[in-house]
């Protein structure tokens, strides 16, 4: 069975950057896509936002709030998918989850597998 854990979210002040990692184990289908999603502190988890996924062929794909500050990879082995997040804003005060699912990947109804997410706190 997949497993998706997240790592690497912490506090950071305003214009300060971060790095998220998501290591995968299991199988993963070859044409899903792999991506993150946040939850702002007053949504619930419909309300989930994709940040940015990377499609089968690393095609990445970015939601405008973010385009320009984050970029998403991965490993060679593709085993680990990264989040590079700089400049970051208060607004970007969310709980991260790495997720996998159908392509393109924009809103929660399109992921089929979550991680168990990593928080991320940008403040002054």
């Known amino acids: 069975q997949e497993r998706l854990v997240e790592s690497g979210g912490g506090s950071v002040q305003p214009g300060g950057s971060l790095k998220l990692a998501c290591k995968f184990s299991g199988y993963i289908h070859p044409n899903y896509c792999l991506g993150w999603y946040r939850q702002l502190p007053d949504r619930g988890r419909d309300g989930r936002e994709m940040?940015?996924?990377?499609?089968?062929?690393?095609?990445?794909g970015y939601a405008d709030s973010v385009q320009g500050r984050f970029m998403i990879s991965r490993d060679n082995a593709k085993t680990t998918l990264y989040l590079s997040m700089d400049n970051l804003k208060p607004e970007d005060t969310a709980m991260y989850y790495c997720?996998?699912?159908?392509?393109?990947?924009?809103?929660?109804?399109?992921?089929?597998?979550w991680g168990q997410g990593t928080q991320v706190t940008v403040s002054s």
């Open positions: 940040v940015a996924y990377v499609d089968n062929g690393n095609r990445p």
């Open positions: 997720a996998v699912g159908i392509c393109p990947m924009l809103g929660v109804p399109d992921v089929v597998k």
